[in-house]
């Protein structure tokens, strides 16, 4: 297909974030800044993505590998020189859309409506553009009388009366490839940085006889550059809003859209309910007619219809349908929970597979167990399941019935529809249908505290 080719600039050095993180790899919804845009270009049909990297470059190239192709620039001397790098390795498009990797509220929609534009424009540049209020720092969009495009100029080579311009320069442009390379060859650095500026393309193109425009964002808002942690936290309140408003398109409440966060790639069912102070993160699947939260995080699990979960913390797990989980509740990777299941508060789950039916009420620690169904904890059971160089597993079977404050020693088997009475510590197989009774015998010694009592108060 000849769509257009791609070239996102990400080789400077973003200084002002103050990070050792590379600026476009900073995350938004856990989302890397540059991985926004990519995914944008992606849904988009760009024919390919190059993307050219400098500074941090080997930290970037492995967290977009295998997504675009990459450019080296080793000096940064401009975003025009950063182009001419990687002239070379330019898709074979004959469209190119140059963009920032510091952008990321730019959509597929808006990039669709760019490409658009460009071709009925029929030019050789277009320049997308923006009017902002205060347009300080920015290039200028320079016009004439008429409204046609000459040129671009930066903040810092403007003059007092082109400082007033408020069209400005989002740093995004949709070239003719042609066109584009011819004028990288006349590229100069004779301005106020000693740099190549990209922008300085458009007079070139417009004396070798080109045509030029601009497209005006609707919303100026999409071409928000990220230069600090004070412009992340601005971008990444609008995306969150914006995912936001899709779920609840979606018909999923979300009672405080502000203080939610869900991120790209996770899903949610129909007249499910997200309480207030709630991160549902990528890889996650919600049922219908779930309530999540308040104050829950789920990560990369899955929960079935109609489950609760309150006040918990859910990782790397599944949990079936019509179960409630919390509040304060602690699921670990790679446990497995039914259907009809009741994980009450302070329980901890690692690694373990909870049958249906079952009920785990309170304070219970259970790891590296397989349990069946309808068996039911205890409050304040413990599968000890380490000593302190191995892990062992615990077995339980249907029906069996854990008394409160056990200790399940592993590796150990408690069979089908069994006893444990309260306080035992159980290390050996407990049998079917057995009542397992396993602390030390109550002992009463009759008068004992009046004796004691005469003690203390002897010879008074
Ligand atoms: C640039 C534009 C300016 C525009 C602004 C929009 C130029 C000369 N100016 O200015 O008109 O209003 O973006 O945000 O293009 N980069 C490289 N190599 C370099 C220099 C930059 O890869 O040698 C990359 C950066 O990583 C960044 C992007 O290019 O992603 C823009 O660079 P930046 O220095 O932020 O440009 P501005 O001065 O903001
Ligand atoms: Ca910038």
Same mark, same amino acid.
């Given at each position: 297909?000849?769509?257009?080719?791609?070239?996102?600039?990400?080789?400077?050095?973003?200084?002002?974030?103050?990070?050792?993180?590379?600026?476009?790899?900073? #995350?938004?919804?856990?989302?890397?800044?540059?991985?926004?845009?990519?995914?944008?270009?992606?849904?988009?049909?760009?024919?390919?993505?190059?993307?050219?990297?400098?500074?941090?470059?080997?930290?970037?190239?492995?967290?977009?590998?295998?997504?675009?192709?990459?450019?080296?620039?080793?000096?940064?001397?401009?975003?025009?020189?950063?182009?001419?790098?990687?002239?070379?390795?330019?898709?074979?498009?004959?469209?190119?859309?140059?963009?920032?990797?510091?952008?990321?509220?730019?959509?597929?929609?808006?990039?669709?409506?760019?490409?658009?534009?460009?071709?009925?424009?029929?030019?050789?540049?277009?320049?997308? &553009?923006?009017?902002?209020?205060?347009?300080?720092?920015?290039?200028?969009?320079?016009?004439?009388?008429?409204?046609?495009?000459?040129?671009?100029?930066?903040?810092?080579?403007?003059?007092?009366?082109?400082?007033?311009?408020?069209?400005?320069?989002?740093?995004?442009?949709?070239?003719?490839?042609?066109?584009?390379?011819?004028?990288?060859?006349?590229?100069?650095?004779?301005?106020?940085?000693?740099?190549?500026?990209?922008?300085?393309?458009?007079?070139?193109?417009?004396?070798?006889?080109?045509?030029?425009?601009?497209?005006?964002?609707?919303?100026?808002?999409?071409?928000?550059?990220?230069?600090?942690?004070?412009?992340?936290?601005?971008?990444?309140?609008?995306?969150?809003?914006?995912?936001?408003?899709?779920?609840?398109?979606?018909?999923?409440?979300?009672?405080?859209?502000?203080?939610?966060?869900?991120?790209?790639?996770?899903?949610?069912?129909?007249?499910?309910?997200?309480?207030?102070?709630?991160?549902?993160?990528?890889?996650?699947?919600?049922? &219908?007619?779930?309530?999540?939260?308040?104050?829950?995080?789920?990560?990369?699990?899955?929960?079935?219809?109609?489950?609760?979960?309150?006040?918990?913390?859910?990782?790397?797990?599944?949990?079936?349908?019509?179960?409630?989980?919390?509040?304060?509740?602690?699921?670990?990777?790679?446990?497995?929970?039914?259907?009809?299941?009741?994980?009450?508060?302070?329980?901890?789950?690692?690694?373990?597979?909870?049958?249906?039916?079952?009920?785990? &009420?309170?304070?219970?620690?259970?790891?590296?167990?397989?349990?069946?169904?309808?068996?039911?904890?205890?409050?304040?059971?413990?599968?000890?399941?380490?000593?302190? #160089?191995?892990?062992?597993?615990?077995?339980?079977?249907?029906?069996?019935?854990?008394?409160?404050?056990?200790?399940?020693?592993?590796?150990?088997?408690?069979?089908?529809?069994?006893?444990?009475?309260?306080?035992?510590?159980?290390?050996?197989?407990?049998?079917?249908?057995?009542?397992?009774? &396993?602390?030390?015998?109550?002992?009463?010694?009759?008068?004992?505290?009046?004796?004691?009592?005469?003690?203390?108060?002897?010879?008074?």
């Amino acid at each position: 297909m000849d769509r257009f080719s791609a070239v996102i600039l990400a080789a400077g050095e973003g200084t002002r974030m103050k990070s050792s993180t590379p600026k476009v790899l900073h #995350k938004i919804l856990g989302k890397p800044i540059i991985s926004w845009i990519v995914d944008a270009l992606t849904t988009a049909q760009a024919d390919d993505i190059l993307t050219v990297v400098g500074h941090g470059k080997e930290q970037v190239m492995e967290h977009l590998d295998g997504k675009v192709k990459f450019g080296v620039q080793k000096q940064q001397l401009g975003t025009g020189h950063a182009v001419m790098q990687v002239r070379d390795q330019i898709g074979s498009s004959s469209t190119v859309l140059v963009l920032c990797g510091d952008t990321p509220l730019i959509g597929s929609e808006s990039i669709n409506e760019i490409y658009e534009h460009h071709k009925n424009a029929g030019n050789s540049v277009t320049v997308v &553009s923006a009017e902002l209020d205060n347009p300080f720092g920015y290039g200028r969009i320079v016009k004439d009388g008429s409204g046609n495009l000459l040129k671009i100029v930066e903040q810092k080579d403007a003059t007092p009366q082109e400082s007033l311009i408020c069209e400005i320069n989002s740093g995004m442009y949709m070239f003719e490839k042609s066109a584009l390379l011819g004028a990288l060859d006349s590229l100069r650095n004779d301005n106020a940085q000693g740099e190549y500026y990209l922008t300085d393309t458009v007079e070139l193109i417009l004396k070798g006889g080109g045509k030029a425009g601009t497209y005006i964002m609707k919303d100026s808002r999409d071409i928000l550059g990220i230069n600090n942690r004070v412009q992340l936290a601005e971008a990444a309140k609008i995306l969150k809003q914006r995912v936001n408003e899709n779920y609840m398109l979606d018909g999923v409440t979300i009672v405080d859209p502000e203080n939610t966060y869900i991120e790209p790639g996770a899903v949610i069912g129909k007249d499910t309910v997200i309480e207030p102070n709630c991160q549902i993160k990528a890889g996650s699947h919600i049922g &219908s007619e779930c309530v999540i939260g308040p104050d829950t995080i789920i990560n990369n699990s899955t929960v079935g219809d109609r489950t609760t979960v309150l006040k918990a913390v859910v990782n790397d797990s599944k949990i079936g349908a019509d179960t409630t989980v919390g509040p304060f509740a602690y699921i670990r990777p790679n446990s497995d929970i039914g259907s009809h299941v009741k994980i009450g508060d302070f329980v901890e789950i690692k690694k373990s597979i909870i049958g249906d039916n079952t009920k785990v &009420s309170h304070l219970t620690y259970i790891g590296d167990a397989q349990v069946g169904e309808r068996v039911n904890f205890g409050c304040g059971t413990i599968t000890v399941n380490y000593d302190g #160089k191995n892990k062992f597993q615990t077995v339980i079977e249907d029906d069996a019935f854990i008394g409160c404050n056990t200790n399940l020693v592993a590796p150990v088997t408690v069979r089908e529809h069994s006893f444990i009475a309260a306080g035992s510590t159980i290390h050996k197989e407990v049998p079917k249908n057995a009542l397992a009774i &396993s602390r030390v015998r109550q002992e009463n010694k009759e008068e004992w505290v009046l004796k004691r009592d005469e003690k203390r108060n002897g010879g008074k």
